[in-house]
């Protein structure tokens, strides 16, 4: 598809399990951002991958969050051992290396750990 | 720390007139990237308008332009002639050489017909 798809785009799990979020960016880009969005609120960083390069890991709110990228393409972040304080929009954006280049967001995945 | 503040949470405008969005950024980059994201009830990020550090002229389009302030880190988005499809949350952000990208908490717009 011509933009960033995101799955599942709804999430409801138990407290206590695991959950994985995917996001397929556009071709060709080579950055790639999470962001978190608890109900009416902003955008927190969590973790941005550029090309090869570490990621940055600097937002990932705890080490039950983390994050792959694999060939330079798909993301897929994993929340491990779910607490209802992570009930929010994940969202994903991914642009070219440029800074002076927009993000290109998904849709977002709405988790809701009961 | 680098940040982004919208003292604003809430704004409201009458439908075709003038509504003026504040925001303020603090970063220690010289060169740097600025934009307003609109953030309707579906979900989706739109991109509105952006601004690069280093250009003086403020950005326009359309109805939409800012009122960009570098040594006092404003960067302000104006509405001309509300629309009732302009109702969402905004957002302003920066955008570093490195690609430190952040947001701020967002204004929600309503508009009234």
């Known amino acids: 598809g011509a933009g960033v798809s995101q799955s599942p785009s709804n999430k409801v799990t138990e407290k206590g399990k695991d959950v994985e979020l995917r996001c397929d960016p556009i071709?060709?880009?080579?950055?790639l951002y999470w962001y978190r969005q608890s109900l009416g609120q902003g955008l927190e960083f969590l973790i941005y991958?550029?090309?090869?390069?570490?990621?940055?890991k600097s937002g990932l709110p705890s080490d039950r969050f983390s994050a792959e990228r694999t060939g330079g393409s798909v993301s897929t972040l994993t929340i491990q051992r779910t607490q209802q304080e992570d009930s929010a929009v994940y969202l994903c954006?991914?642009?070219?290396?440029?800074?002076?280049?927009?993000?290109?967001f998904g849709n977002g995945t709405r988790l809701t750990v009961t | 720390a680098q940040t982004v503040t919208q003292s604003q949470p809430e704004m409201s405008v009458q439908e075709a007139e003038t509504v003026t969005l504040s925001c303020t950024y603090d970063?220690?980059?010289?060169?740097?990237?600025l934009f307003w994201y609109k953030q309707p009830p579906s979900r989706q990020m739109i991109l509105v308008i952006r601004?690069?550090?280093?250009?003086?002229q403020n950005a326009t389009e359309n109805r939409f332009s800012v009122n960009f302030q570098k040594a006092a880190k404003s960067f302000s988005l104006k509405i001309s002639d509300s629309q009732l499809g302009d109702a969402a949350m905004y957002f302003c952000?920066?955008?570093?050489?490195?690609?430190?990208?952040?947001f701020g908490a967002g204004t929600r717009l309503t508009v009234k017909p």
């Open positions: 071709s060709g880009h080579t950055a």
């Open positions: 601004q690069e550090a280093y250009k003086q």
């Open positions: 952000a920066y955008r570093t050489r490195g690609n430190d990208m952040r």
């Open positions: 954006a991914s642009s070219p290396y440029t800074y002076n280049s927009p993000l290109h």
């Open positions: 991958f550029q090309g090869n390069s570490a990621p940055d």
């Open positions: 970063t220690s980059e010289s060169d740097y990237y």
